[in-house]
């Protein structure tokens, strides 16, 4: 079955740094990689959305790279701040509006 | 407003109580999820539609789970005869019919059973 794994520790890392979160995949090749964030108590919001056939997608702060050999996702976050707190989400899915598969999710705390 | 809303917010039932859970959708979206939410884990898949029909409800924990979204705007997820193993937060999402799409999700109800 589809799987995917996030690490389940909590990142704590300090005001400034870059946080850099894994996201890994078993048994099936998705056409999307999606990243989300979610705080306490809130829904994911979506963050960012790359495809199998791209490497590496940036937004402002934030950058997604994604690796088919490897079966793994890496999500950046440069000059991090205390804001920054959350629940990131990774979720993949297979095609056009089809379901999200969601890892566990890994907590990021950065501290100043 | 612009986003997805859920209703209640909050609901804290009896074991053996039916529930009823409302989603309201962004506007124009025309596919709707529904995940469920335990705690300290990523949301699973329930069931989706696409406007008023439900394409997939192979994530549906068992025959005691429905959902419907009649005129293909608002759905309910209704759980009959609940059980304490049902306490989770359910989340609702909307889409664009359409590839490259991100969902959009409500901040979700959380159900408590007694």
């Known amino acids: 079955s589809q799987k995917i794994e996030q690490n389940s520790e909590a990142l704590n890392i300090q005001e400034g740094k870059t946080a850099t979160l894994t996201c890994n995949y078993t048994?099936?090749?998705?056409?999307?990689l999606q990243w989300y964030r979610q705080d306490p108590g809130r829904g994911p919001v979506f963050l960012l959305l790359?495809?199998?056939?791209?490497k590496e997608k940036r937004k402002e702060r934030l950058k997604v790279t994604f690796d088919t050999t490897l079966k793994q996702s890496l999500f950046h976050i440069t000059a991090s701040q205390p804001a920054d707190s959350a629940t990131y989400l990774c979720?993949?899915?297979?095609?056009?509006?089809?379901?999200?598969?969601f890892g566990t999710g890994t907590r990021l705390q950065v501290t100043l | 407003g612009a986003g997805v809303s859920q209703s209640p917010r909050y609901k804290v039932a009896k074991r053996g109580q039916d529930v009823a859970l409302r989603c309201d959708p962004i506007?124009?979206?025309?596919?709707l999820f529904w995940y469920q939410q335990a705690l300290g884990q990523g949301p699973e898949f329930l069931t989706y539609?696409?406007?008023?029909?439900?394409?997939?409800k192979s994530g549906l924990p068992s025959d005691r789970f429905f959902a419907e979204r009649p005129e293909g705007s608002v759905s309910t997820l209704k759980i009959q005869r609940t059980q304490q193993e049902d306490s989770a937060v359910y989340l609702c999402?909307?889409?664009?019919?359409?590839?490259?799409?991100?969902?959009?999700f409500g901040d979700g109800t959380r159900l408590s059973i007694l």
């Open positions: 999402a909307s889409s664009w019919d359409r590839d490259n799409q991100p969902q959009h």
């Open positions: 979720a993949t899915h297979t095609g056009t509006a089809s379901k999200l598969t």
């Open positions: 790359i495809r199998e056939n791209e």
């Open positions: 048994n099936y090749s998705p056409a999307y």
């Open positions: 506007s124009g979206h025309v596919s």
């Open positions: 539609f696409q406007n008023e029909a439900q394409l997939d």
